[in-house]
């Protein structure tokens, strides 16, 4: 389902401001994230790049780090503190792209809000350059859009409590929708946690947003793969050792 999806692709281009940034997605990273999704929790990725040296106007996104992360399907928890790696000191960072279950006519309110926070909380951020991609699961396809925040909007973000649907003070002033291209004239790639997984979803007692995470470069695992359940493997494993014994068991169904 998912590895099909990445054959309808589509980036929303209707409303986005013809001045700023225009920030270049290349495909076979795109594509790599959604395969290693879920199509109901939410996962995310921290988005490194580098403009070309004749055109300064243009970001082009060389590299995605995936942090340790616990995700549902309204929002994603990362951690306090961004990535740190040899590899992303010539890159600046450009923001974020994260999944979402349902396509949204806007940039919801929860995610004005953790925009707001990581600028605020990390100077190495430009409110004009770090951007945000929706990555929407809709019938099968997918529909991306980049937004970036307004003044107001990181100003309302940082102050905002209100972890509801429809929150005081919201307003669609708070975000612009930027340009965005999708290509394959050249290839980024990964960087995940050095030590254990990025999906934290089947062991959630075990995330400590605090704490750092050196990386490595390689491709994400996907979703439900077995590094991310070393609990459910080592169950099966105990079911099967149980019987091995050479006993014969009782038919309960009989």
């Known amino acids: ?96 792209i994260h999944t979402q279950p349902n396509e949204l006519p806007q940039l919801s309110p929860q995610d004005v809000t953790q925009h707001a926070a990581i600028l605020d909380g990390n100077k190495s951020w430009d409110i004009e350059k770090s951007i945000l991609i929706t990555c929407s699961f809709t019938p099968g396809s997918v529909s991306l859009t980049a937004y970036k925040l307004t003044s107001t909007g990181y100003e309302w973000g940082r102050k905002n409590k209100d972890q509801s649907s429809n929150p005081q003070g919201y307003a669609p002033t708070h975000y612009e929708k930027v340009q965005m291209l999708l290509s394959d004239r050249f290839l980024g790639f990964y960087m995940v946690p050095e030590q254990g997984s990025w999906n934290y979803n089947f062991m959630g007692v075990k995330h400590n947003p605090s704490a750092k995470y050196p990386l490595k470069l390689d491709n994400p695992k996907e979703f439900y793969h077995e590094s991310h359940r070393p609990v459910h493997f080592l169950q099966f494993a105990q079911v099967e050792e149980a019987g091995a014994d050479g006993h014969d068991r009782d038919d309960v169904v009989s």
């Not at 692709?9 to 290349?26: M, Q």
């Not at 060389?62 to 992303?88: K, S």
Request: charged content about 20%; overall charge negative; aromatic content about 8%.
């Open 1 to 96: 389902n998912l590895h099909i999806r990445t054959n309808h692709i589509y980036a929303a281009s209707e409303d986005a401001r013809d001045t700023g940034y225009t920030y270049v997605l290349p495909k076979n990273v795109l594509k790599k994230f959604i395969t290693v999704a879920d199509l109901r929790t939410q996962i995310a990725a921290y988005m490194y790049g580098i403009s070309p040296p004749d055109n300064p106007s243009v970001k082009e996104i060389r590299c995605l780090v995936m942090p340790p992360q616990l995700g549902n399907h309204q929002g994603v928890t990362l951690p306090h503190n961004l990535p740190e790696h040899e590899y992303l000191k010539e890159l600046e960072p450009l923001g974020w």
